[in-house]
């Protein structure tokens, strides 16, 4: 039987998968570089640990619920740093398109938090089972699939990005729909 800190370690864990796949759909991939991602997955666990005692009064979307939101204010505050951290992101167009894109997205998610109860509950529900079965894929499979689903990206962009051919784009985002499908098929 495992220990309590065992338990909030898995459950911290799970939450780090699913936090690190929103961060994948949220924000544009060219700003990776630009931003401390992985620090901002970590800053949200944090949150969540010292909240440990509030998380475990909520059922577990109701925990997914205030992961979503909090990640999504830490994801703001870096986007926003970036923008006043001295550096003229004007110079950096396709950046600058970049950050504005996934502020706009993030804001869009907290404020679908905002819906009426069962509009938000099928958001909720299709948005996890999505979030979650992204989360089983390959790590290029899901990369291919966010690029081209969420940010609109055309095969040639992510073979760039993924720095292999067009063709290999095209089998792992295959793979991974066949994946999905399998997995989904209420989504189809």
Request: proline share 4%; with cysteine.
């Amino acid at each position: 039987m495992p220990t309590n800190a065992e338990a909030v370690n898995q459950a911290l864990g799970e939450f780090r998968a699913y936090l690190e796949c929103l961060t994948w759909i949220q924000v544009d991939p060219r700003l990776r570089s630009k931003f401390g991602l992985s620090d901002v997955v970590a800053r949200t666990l944090w949150e969540a640990y010292q909240a440990l005692d509030r998380l475990r009064g909520l059922d577990p979307e109701g925990q997914k619920r205030w992961l979503r939101k909090v990640h999504a204010h830490n994801l703001l505050d870096e986007i926003h740093h970036w923008k006043a951290d001295c550096r003229d992101y004007r110079r950096e167009q396709p950046l600058a398109e970049a950050v504005d894109e996934s502020s706009l997205r993030l804001e869009h998610l907290l404020a679908a938090e905002d819906a009426s109860p069962s509009e938000q509950l099928e958001r909720q529900e299709q948005s996890l089972r999505v979030a979650e079965a992204l989360t089983r894929l390959p790590e290029r499979e899901r990369e291919a699939i966010i690029l081209q689903r969420f940010h609109g990206w055309k095969l040639a962009q992510i073979a760039e990005h993924l720095g292999c051919t067009t063709g290999a784009v095209a089998g792992l985002h295959a793979r991974g729909l066949a994946r999905l499908r399998q997995w989904l098929p209420e989504m189809e």
